[in-house]
């Protein structure tokens, strides 16, 4: 069994992200789709002073433009590097990744999908993850159809017979009967986030931002790895 995955470039991702990557033999980033400011393409979350707080990059933003085509703000990269280390300058391994963390957050950035692709690709290095899978950009794949479709057509090209989704996709817009009939497999994520030490506070705060992963665990690996049957099939 073949599995797609096929997700937006969100801003230095969230473990459950991270998890879908690691489920998945191809996984598509879709750096073509639509903007929208209630997803986290342009947001993240990190521990602060022991709490959840919420970063969100300023863009660029007109409605109708996709995720390669919004630009952030040159401001962001100084204001997230004295939020981090306000956050997580005490934690086990933020020295050993500061230098790598800056030189991101200095670079510039022609969209937004460039400088979420950026923190993705370190997040595979630093965080050890093993290069089995295929990662691809949606941009690449020129694939002009939507919603379920879209699913199809990538299953198709890249011959994959099972699809990894969220339930907000199931409940929004995939169409079960569609994909049944073309012999797809129907799979929602369904995992339980891997504890690590986090600096700061007495409760696992679970489902953060990469970041509290490699600067208080040292690598993403730990922190997303499951039993290998992290999915329900939709029957």
Not at 68 to 94: C, I, L, M, S
Not at 196 to 204: A, E, H, I, L, R
Request: hydrophobic residues 35%; charged residues 25%.
């Amino acid at each position: 069994m073949r599995v797609l995955g096929a997700e937006q470039p969100h801003f230095a991702p969230k473990t459950y992200w991270w998890n879908r990557l690691l489920q998945s033999d191809v996984f598509v980033i879709m750096d073509n789709d639509y903007f929208n400011r209630k997803h986290w393409q342009n947001r993240t979350e990190i521990l602060l002073a022991g709490k959840r707080h919420r970063f969100t990059i300023p863009v660029k933003h007109e409605e109708g433009l996709k995720v390669n085509e919004v630009h952030p703000v040159d401001t962001w990269g100084k204001q997230f590097r004295r939020t981090v280390h306000y956050a997580y300058a005490n934690a086990r391994f933020y020295e050993k990744f500061k230098a790598e963390f800056c030189d991101l957050t200095f670079a510039s950035y022609e969209n937004l999908a460039d400088l979420n692709m950026a923190f993705i690709e370190w997040g595979i290095s630093a965080g050890e993850m093993e290069p089995t899978k295929k990662v691809i950009l949606g941009s690449k794949v020129k694939v002009e159809s939507a919603k379920t479709q879209y699913y199809v057509d990538l299953c198709e090209r890249f011959d994959c017979n099972a699809i990894l989704v969220g339930q907000p996709t199931v409940n929004s817009y995939l169409d079960l009967s569609s994909l049944k009939k073309s012999k797809i497999e129907v799979r929602v994520q369904n995992w339980t986030p891997s504890s690590y030490n986090q600096s700061g506070v007495t409760k696992f705060e679970p489902n953060l931002s990469m970041l509290d992963a490699l600067f208080n665990d040292g690598n993403l690996m730990s922190s997303i790895k499951g039993t290998g049957r992290d999915y329900i099939i939709v029957k």
